[in-house]
C-alpha cells in the first residue's frame, strides 16, 4: 500500500511540474541595425553615379505593438546594432538616431514565438 501512494504522488508532482513549465510561450529574438542611408551623389568612372553606403548609427529603436501591450525601446550599440527579446505579435517598427528630432519608420514585423528575427531601420538622408 505504501509503494502505490508514493507512485500516484510522484506522477501527480510529475503532472504539476509539466503543467507549470508550459505557462508562457518563449518570446521571439530580434536584433538589427539603425542606419543613415543617402546623401549626396558621386560621380565616378564611365559618367556612373555612386551614393554613399549605408551608415549605422547610435539611437533608440521602438516596437510597437499593433494588438494591445506595451511600446518597447531598445538603445542602440555605438554601431547601431541593438537586439532584444519581445513577445510574439506584429510591431510597427521606428527608429530614432541620437540627438534628432525625427523618427524613422522600419517598417512592420511578425514575432513569433521562440524564432529569431532581423530588422534594418533606414534614416534617409535628405
Not at 507549470?20 to 529574438?29: F, I, R, T, V
Not at 494588438?67 to 531598445?74: E, K, L, S, T
Not at 517598427?93 to 525625427?102: A, E, L
Amino acid at each position: 500500500m505504501l509503494r502505490r501512494s508514493r507512485v500516484v504522488a510522484l506522477g501527480v508532482s510529475a503532472i504539476v511540474l509539466v503543467a507549470a513549465c508550459e505557462g508562457s510561450p518563449p518570446p521571439a529574438s530580434v536584433s538589427g541595425v539603425l542606419q543613415y542611408i543617402g546623401g549626396p551623389m558621386t560621380v565616378v568612372r564611365n559618367g556612373k553615379a555612386k551614393g554613399p553606403s549605408p551608415s549605422p548609427h547610435a539611437g533608440v529603436v521602438q516596437f510597437l505593438p499593433i494588438a494591445d501591450g506595451q511600446v518597447r525601446r531598445v538603445p542602440t550599440g555605438p554601431d547601431g546594432r541593438f537586439s532584444t527579446n519581445l513577445p510574439a505579435g506584429l510591431y510597427q517598427v521606428t527608429g530614432n538616431p541620437d540627438q534628432h528630432k525625427f523618427w524613422c519608420v522600419g517598417g512592420d514585423i511578425t514575432l513569433r514565438s521562440g524564432e529569431a528575427a532581423r530588422v534594418t531601420v533606414d534614416c534617409p538622408i535628405v
